[in-house]
């Protein structure tokens, strides 16, 4: 059973960087569409970026784009997200899942493990 483990949060001022990693256990991931998803007090969880296993094709939300990079290394069956220029309003809990188009929107499929906490202060 494949479990992702999400790491590299914290705390940091408006305009700072942070970049999270999203790493399985028990299975490799090299074949698997894997997104970051995010929430925050009081609201649902929602999409923020997604990375295919096959081309590296990104999509990423509206208000990430220009300001997030999202990659992987299959080698190291690992997955990034660089976050830059952050700003309050991108504090949540992050979380990485595999993930597929349901609906017309990214869905998260809900490996998700016990994600990592990113607080931007203004």
């Known amino acids: 059973q494949v479990q992702l483990i999400e790491s590299g949060g914290g705390l940091v001022q408006a305009g700072g960087s942070l970049r999270l990693s999203c790493t399985a256990s028990?299975?490799?991931?090299?074949?698997?569409?894997v997104g970051w998803f995010r929430q925050a007090p009081g609201k649902e969880r929602e999409f923020v970026a997604v990375?295919?296993?096959?081309?590296?094709?990104?999509y990423y939300t509206d208000s990430v784009k220009g300001r997030f990079t999202i990659s992987r290394d299959n080698a190291k069956n690992t997955v990034y997200l660089q976050m830059n220029s952050l700003k309050p309003e991108d504090t949540a809990v992050y979380y990485c899942?595999?993930?597929?188009?349901?609906?017309?929107?990214?869905?998260?499929?809900?490996?998700w493990g016990q994600g990592t906490q990113v607080t931007v202060s203004s």
């Open positions: 899942d595999f993930a597929l188009v349901m609906d017309g929107r990214w869905s998260a499929m809900g490996s």
């Open positions: 028990g299975r490799t991931f090299s074949r698997r569409t």
């Open positions: 990375i295919s296993w096959n081309d590296g094709t990104t």
